[in-house]
């Protein structure tokens, strides 16, 4: 007979009037000297024995020659049943932060949508639908922020250079910040609030009511249908949008400051077309493409992995957002330190 180790602390054993198995047990009950058991009478027909929580096993044999049993201690080869078994709920238990998995799904998205584009699994009539939303539906509030950022970033700097005598630098400074950094700043900025907060509150709404699910039962690729338009959407009209902004604020400036300071319109344009070149517009909706493709890219994923029902629609919408801003910020200054270091030779020609 063998008594192993179990991970319950206490064993009953009930003793019965045969003194053959009283003496018997009276053999097991010296082991308590060596510390290996340990008994604790609780009736006069029943004992407890406490049974260590190790890796040893208890050998009970009868003996051949009186027929008594005899115990001996030997080590147990098996794992501590203890140990595995918090081991394993604490891994079942486990989760990954959200946002480790809610990163990890950007990248996974955006390699999908890259896939899917070089193979041609584009669904172009959901794609002309976004193109329309993002594009046309999106022009008045770009064309007017951007206005009154050009007013007022022409305040700021237009009396100052005509106090110093430099009237002929004013549209070049004017047009390298818009070419370079206000007009898609600008723009992004205005499509991540309109547009990736519409993208993420649908997608997560169809997450949580399981539409999307819906989808891959009637056999349809939820990112060919969903996420794939968006993104050339996004990627498509975010540089006409910045073209139109840059337009829009420089005439709103030129006129400012025309009208206010006195410098003229002609003097403005011409310094303007003398300080830019081609590099600073082809930059500018390189940079517009890019932020266009983390706005769509970041407000999907976080759509696709809402849960918890209206409360985590909000809360995916609202970090989406958020999130989106801080990568349009980082991807801004990582390619402006790309694309201008060392520049610095714009102004001269406008002097």
């Not at 050339?232 to 400036?253: D, K, Q, Y």
């Amino acid at each position: 007979m063998q008594i192993a180790c179990q991970p319950h602390p206490l064993v009953y054993f009930s003793i019965r009037k045969s003194s053959k198995r009283q003496s018997g047990w009276k053999n097991i009950q010296n082991l308590h000297s060596s510390n290996l058991v340990k008994l604790v009478f609780v009736e006069p027909q029943t004992r407890k024995f406490a049974m260590p929580l190790c890796k040893n096993r208890l050998n009970a044999t009868p003996n051949a020659e009186d027929g008594h049993p005899s115990a001996s201690m030997s080590e147990d080869i098996n794992s501590n049943p203890v140990l595995n078994s918090i081991e394993g709920e604490l891994w079942s238990k486990w989760s990954p932060p959200k946002y480790l998995w809610r990163g990890l799904s950007v990248l996974f998205l955006a390699g999908q949508v890259i896939m899917r584009t070089l193979k041609g699994k584009v669904h172009w009539k959901n794609t002309l639908q976004q193109l329309e939303r993002v594009g046309p539906r999106s022009v008045g509030v770009c064309l007017l922020t951007s206005a009154f950022v050009g007013m007022a970033f022409t305040i700021q700097f237009v009396r100052e250079f005509t106090r110093l005598g430099l009237n002929r630098s004013v549209g070049g400074v004017l047009a390298l910040a818009f070419s370079r950094e206000l007009s898609p700043v600008i723009t992004s900025i205005v499509v991540a609030g309109r547009i990736g907060s519409s993208y993420a509150a649908e997608l997560g709404t169809m997450q949580v009511s399981e539409q999307t699910d819906t989808l891959r039962v009637l056999g349809s690729n939820p990112v060919d249908y969903l996420v794939t338009p968006r993104v050339i959407a996004s990627c498509i009209a975010l540089p006409i949008l910045t073209l139109m902004c840059f337009t829009v604020g420089m005439a709103s400036s030129a006129l400012l400051a025309d009208s206010v300071y006195g410098v003229s319109i002609d003097i403005i344009f011409d310094s303007a077309l003398r300080a830019l070149k081609s590099w600073d517009i082809i930059s500018s909706m390189i940079k517009s493409q890019v932020f266009g493709a983390i706005i769509s890219i970041v407000s999907c994923a976080w759509g696709i992995t809402t849960s918890g029902g209206a409360k985590g629609v909000g809360e995916s919408t609202t970090s989406a957002v958020v999130i989106s801003l801080v990568g349009i910020f980082i991807a801004d200054f990582t390619l402006s330190c790309f694309f201008f270091q060392g520049a610095g030779d714009s102004l001269k020609n406008c002097m």
